[in-house]
């Protein structure tokens, strides 16, 4: 079994536009606290099967967009191995992290799937190989692929730094409103758009995350949080002091001792 764990954003700032994408500057942090759990369960299946108390079509489901993009980049022989692999073990997935909450935690449960078949099936891909991979599928992946604890996150996602600082405690508020990433962004553009200096914004880069928890403001912090209120008003019920507000939400967090 391995866990699959959450992120928050501690700023996410948005410092330019590429096509329909944006690129942002911001910190991610893994929360320890919280994750979705992962295994291969041995059986007989006629396809790829994932066994989950989530409650979304096969289709739909990030691990099996994973599938059919490593099938699409392995060498024929290897493509035959996971296929082989995948009719006598399914996945099974135990989803703990809420969807559509700002916390990663679909982009976390490729990320690990994609580790535990490369290492169960000994298929030598590596860091960039499996960052290839899922290129396509979500832009937070490559963090979780990297597995720091905490990270600056710049690009579209895939240029990945690691921050070095102690492992901090991370304490999560998810109201019961789904925020849609697309949704969001889409609202930002439309309706809030300002496209931050960078040269304005490095020097949070350099900082400690406590110390940039204990001075930032929510507005300032992250430039999804206003379109994300617009979008979905019922948010305003759940902002509380000393808290921030992760990635497209709808989840709030603070920094404990």
Same mark, same amino acid.
């Given at each position: 079994?391995?866990?699959?764990? &959450?992120?928050?954003? @501690?700023?996410?700032?948005?410092?330019?536009?590429?096509?329909?994408?944006?690129?942002?500057?911001?910190?991610?942090?893994?929360?320890?606290?919280?994750?979705?759990? =992962?295994?291969?369960?041995?059986?007989?299946?006629?396809?790829?099967?994932?066994?989950?108390?989530?409650?979304?079509?096969?289709?739909?489901?990030?691990?099996?967009?994973?599938?059919?993009?490593?099938?699409?980049?392995? +060498?024929?022989?290897?493509?035959?191995?996971?296929?082989?692999?995948?009719?006598?073990?399914?996945?099974?997935?135990?989803?703990?992290?809420?969807?559509? &909450?700002?916390?990663?935690?679909?982009?976390?449960?490729? &990320?690990?799937?994609?580790?535990? $078949?490369?290492?169960?099936?000994? =298929?030598? *891909?590596? *860091?960039?190989?499996?960052?290839?991979?899922?290129?396509?599928?979500?832009?937070?992946?490559? #963090?979780? =692929?990297?597995?720091?604890?905490?990270?600056?996150? !710049?690009? *579209?996602?895939?240029?990945?730094?690691? #921050?070095? %600082?102690? %492992?901090?405690?991370?304490?999560?508020?998810?109201?019961?409103?789904?925020?849609?990433?697309?949704? $969001?962004?889409?609202?930002?553009?439309?309706?809030?758009?300002?496209?931050?200096?960078?040269?304005?914004?490095?020097?949070?880069?350099?900082?400690?995350?406590?110390?940039?928890?204990?001075?930032?403001?929510?507005?300032?912090?992250?430039?999804?949080?206003?379109? &994300? @209120?617009? =979008?979905?008003?019922? @948010?305003?019920?759940? $902002?509380?002091?000393? +808290? @921030?507000?992760?990635?497209?939400?709808? !989840?709030?967090?603070?920094?404990?001792?």
């Amino acid at each position: 079994m391995k866990k699959s764990y &959450a992120k928050v954003n @501690l700023f996410l700032k948005i410092v330019g536009v590429s096509g329909n994408y944006h690129e942002i500057f911001s910190r991610f942090i893994k929360v320890k606290n919280l994750y979705d759990k =992962l295994c291969f369960k041995n059986g007989n299946y006629q396809d790829f099967t994932i066994e989950t108390n989530l409650n979304i079509s096969l289709k739909q489901n990030i691990i099996f967009k994973t599938y059919l993009e490593l099938l699409k980049f392995l +060498y024929p022989k290897d493509r035959e191995i996971v296929k082989k692999f995948f009719k006598a073990n399914s996945v099974v997935l135990e989803k703990n992290i809420p969807l559509m &909450a700002g916390l990663g935690g679909g982009s976390s449960n490729s &990320a690990t799937f994609l580790k535990m $078949v490369n290492q169960e099936l000994k =298929l030598n *891909l590596s *860091l960039n190989d499996m960052v290839k991979i899922t290129k396509n599928i979500g832009s937070d992946i490559p #963090f979780f =692929l990297y597995d720091f604890n905490s990270a600056n996150v !710049s690009g *579209l996602g895939e240029i990945i730094q690691e #921050f070095s %600082e102690d %492992e901090l405690n991370i304490q999560t508020l998810t109201p019961p409103i789904n925020c849609s990433t697309p949704k $969001v962004y889409s609202e930002f553009r439309n309706h809030f758009f300002k496209i931050s200096n960078l040269k304005d914004i490095e020097y949070l880069g350099k900082l400690k995350s406590k110390e940039i928890f204990k001075n930032i403001s929510i507005d300032f912090a992250n430039d999804l949080f206003k379109p &994300a @209120l617009n =979008l979905c008003p019922d @948010l305003t019920n759940f $902002v509380k002091k000393n +808290y @921030l507000f992760s990635g497209s939400g709808s !989840s709030f967090f603070k920094i404990t001792e």
